[in-house]
């Protein structure tokens, strides 16, 4: 049997195992047959039915799962696989190993947007109602990348379709990120400096994590997290014909600028949504595409499926991980995938280096 199917067959015990994990760990330790059984009666039962269970579940082991854990559970599935699927896609868009989610500037945006919300909390909490963290770094992240994509775009003949242009129409797109992403960051140590009487609420923000988040933040990302995997899930077969080669690509219909554009699009609506609830988790979209198309090979009709799993089991463990290496205190979850990612960075830094070194 091949490795694909493997591999699939290896995620179908693994993302169980994870969900009985994050679900069983924490300052009150579950037993994994109890933390499974609630685990499950949480998918089967509504509201009340699970303290009817037979044998009948413990109240206060109900009330920890559906409202503590279940919702960082299914948050860090969310986040965890989303990040991953954005970083499959724009490795393949820019035939660059080492690009991730943050390339476009997105993580800069929503760190400004939240420091923002962390200073100015009270005003905007009263006048509009709505989380002022969450919401001012999902705006800044769009607005951020909607700004590097259109430096990137400016200046530049309208022209369509042509193949000969999209590999400059990347490089341009790539140093426009990390160009506002300098502007920005200085923004934030601004507002560190000056801002705020608690620079601290931003560092921690900002180092990720998804300590203390419920359903009113899965609610705030599932949405956008849903309507931008299913763009970049269209741009599947496009994607596909890209890694052939751009003339290739271009005489078999692609068009590389709407092809940039769904992306970068579908992009921006996975990774501000997810660091608009989760702060700025790094590395997961880095780590997972490799590892999944050593499984599945390049199609990204298995890789984005097989990445949007991977990622969310990666993220939740790397959660329960934070929460027993210093227990009774909590690591930023952040800290954990970038002790995972740093060393992986520079693998393939190396790896890239030596192909080039040897043609």
């Given amino acids: 049997m091949s490795r694909r199917y493997w591999f699939f067959a290896a995620l179908i015990l693994i993302v169980p195992a994870v969900a009985v994990a994050g679900v069983s760990v924490g300052q009150v330790t579950l037993p994994p047959g109890e933390a499974a059984r609630l685990l499950w009666e949480s998918f089967t039962c ?72 962390i200073v100015w909390q009270v005003p905007l909490a009263v006048r509009t109602g709505l989380p002022p963290v969450p919401t001012l770094a999902f705006l800044g992240a769009v607005g951020a990348t909607g700004l590097v994509y259109v430096l990137a775009r400016g200046g530049r003949r309208k022209e369509r379709g042509r193949a000969g242009r999209f ?5 341009r ?15 934030v140590s601004l507002l560190l400096l000056f801002g705020t009487r608690n620079p601290g609420t931003v560092v921690v923000w900002l180092m990720g994590g998804l300590a203390g988040r419920g359903w009113e933040s899965v609610r705030l990302a599932w949405p956008y997290l849903a309507f931008g995997l299913l763009i970049v899930g269209w741009c599947a077969r496009d994607l596909n014909l890209l890694t052939m080669g751009e ?35 790094g590395f997961v979209g880095l780590i997972v595409p490799h590892i999944v ?14 990445a949007f ?6 993220l939740s463990l790397a959660d329960v991980l934070s929460r027993v290496v210093l227990a ?32």
Avoid: K
């Fill in 46 to 117: 509504r509201g009340p039915a699970l303290s009817l269970a037979n044998p009948p579940l413990s109240a206060p082991a109900v009330l920890i799962v559906r409202d503590l854990r279940l919702p960082r559970l299914l948050l860090g599935f969310l986040v965890g696989g989303g990040l991953a699927v954005a970083g499959a896609v724009l490795q393949a868009l820019f035939r660059n190993p080492m690009a991730d989610p943050y390339v476009l500037g997105v993580s800069a945006g929503a760190a400004l947007g939240a420091a923002a919300g």
């Fill in 167 to 171: 590999d400059q129409s990347s490089t």
């Fill in 173 to 187: 797109l790539l140093l426009a990120g990390i160009a506002v992403s300098a502007l920005l960051s200085a923004g």
């Fill in 247 to 281: 003339e290739t690509a271009y005489h078999l219909g692609v068009d590389p600028v709407r092809l940039e554009t769904l992306v970068v699009l579908g992009v921006t609506l996975i990774t501000a949504s997810a660091v608009a609830v989760s702060g700025l988790v």
């Fill in 293 to 306: 198309r050593y499984f599945t090979g390049p199609d990204h009709r298995f890789v984005l499926p097989g």
């Fill in 309 to 314: 799993l991977l990622g969310g089991a990666f």
């Fill in 328 to 359: 009774p205190s909590e690591l930023p979850v952040g800290i954990v995938t970038a002790l995972c990612g740093g060393p992986f960075f520079l693998y393939l830094l190396y790896r890239s280096g030596e192909v080039g070194a040897h043609g």
